[in-house]
Structure formats: C-alpha cells, structure tokens
C-alpha cells in the first residue's frame, strides 16, 4: 500500500519573520525578523519540499534589514529630538512659575484688602483657605516647580505685615528648570539663571 504523501507545511520561521518585519522600524523586532528569516530559509532548503515559505521568509528578511539600516538615522533623530523636547519641557514649566508667581501677587493684594489687620499672608495655605489660590499651587509644587512664601513681616512690631517675598524654584534642576523666580509686595519679578531662591532675593535680573 501506497502512503499518501503529506502536503507541504509553511514554515513557522518564515511566518514569524514576516510578523516580525512588519514592526519595521522597531529595533529588537526587525533583528529577530532578520534571524528567523534566515533559519526558515536554511530549514525550507533543507526539507526537501517538506516546508514552503520561502517567500514570507524573503519578505521577512528584507524588512529586517530595512528597519536594522533604520537604526542609525532613529538614534540620529532621537539625539536631536529628546534635548529639544527637554528644553521645551522646561520652558514651559518656567513660564507656568512665572504665571504662577503672577498669581500669588494678586492673592496676596486681595489677602490684604481682606484682612487689613493682618495684611499680607504668610503662607500659601492662607492664601488657598482664603479660596484665593488653588489647592495644588498651596501644596508648594506645580508643573515642576516648589513654591513658597519666605518672608512675611510688618513694619512694626504687631503691625500688620506689609511686606511678603514668594519664590519658585525647580524641583530638578536642569529637568524640571533652569531658572529660579521671585517676587515681593512690589509685582516685581526677578530671575536667577542658576536656579537659586537666595540668589534671586538677593541681586536676582528683573524678568523682562
């Protein structure tokens, strides 16, 4: 009695391959598209017709080697890209403290309309139970930055207070910010280039 012969069977490399190389421009994908392709290749030849799928294997190899040759100019971009996107990152944290700062002079103006013999505040948290700032910028951290009221005093002893100093400082330096902020009763704010709250308060650049 005659055995009927097998059909041929695709191979599971090649079909792999190929799923692999379609992530094209995935890095360990279009290696492993690369690997299977070859050993599909090298089991369909040697099958003896027992395995087809040497064209899913071809076209799983040449994606791989698509998405390999793509490695290079991916990096190149990321290393432009990511420090770009890093400092705009920080820009807009910068300009989200400043806004902010902005925000707690306003307070502190109405804060001392409000309780003309206390004056100012002395803390953020006056200022957020007052509903005159939000609950997250009295908890002294926003879009990467911390907050505080540092100096808050009267002109005479149990006075009411008629000076107050707020600053803004980054919670990582070169990551979250590079500049440091800070304004008093004046409205007006200063910078400090290397992200110091002491050295703004002291010979900090009046922001322009």
């Known amino acids: 009695m005659v055995t ?9 490399k090649a079909i792999l391959s190929l799923v692999f190389g379609l992530f094209v421009f995935f890095f360990p994908f279009s290696i492993v598209a690369v690997i ?8 369909i030849k040697k099958s003896a017709g027992r395995l ?16 390999s040759a793509s490695i290079p100019v991916i990096l190149i971009l990321a290393a432009i890209a990511i420090p770009n996107l890093l400092r705009a990152r920080m820009a807009a944290n910068e300009s ?4 902010s700062l ?21 803390s953020l948290s006056d200022l957020q139970k007052a509903g005159l700032i939000s609950r997250q ?17 009267a002109e005479s002893s149990g006075g ?9 400082y980054p919670i990582t330096p070169n990551q979250n910010g590079t500049r440091a902020f800070c304004v008093d009763e004046s409205g007006v704010i ?15 650049a009046v922001l322009q």
């Not at 009927?4 to 599971?12: D, H, R």
């Not at 087809?52 to 998405?67: K, M």
């Not at 989200?96 to 806004?99: E, H, I, S």
């Not at 109405?110 to 505040?121: F, L, N, R, V």
Request: charged share 15%; proline share 3%; aromatic share 6%.
């Open 102 to 122: 902005r925000t707690i002079v306003t307070a502190e103006a109405s804060y001392q309309d409000m309780h003309q013999d206390q004056g100012y505040a002395c």
């Open 160 to 168: 009411a207070n008629t000076k107050f100093q707020a600053i803004a």
């Open 52 to 67: 087809t799928g040497d064209g899913l294997a071809t076209v799983g190899l040449v994606l791989g080697y698509i998405g």
């Open 190 to 204: 200063k910078q400090d280039g290397d992200g110091s709250a002491s050295a703004c308060m002291e010979k900090g």
């Open 137 to 153: 910028l009295a908890s002294g951290q926003r879009s990467g930055y911390k907050f505080d009221i540092t100096v808050c005093s």
């Open 96 to 99: 989200a403290a400043v806004a």
């Open 4 to 12: 009927p012969l097998e059909p041929p069977k695709t191979s599971a």
């Open 36 to 43: 299977l392709g070859h050993l599909s290749l090298s089991e």
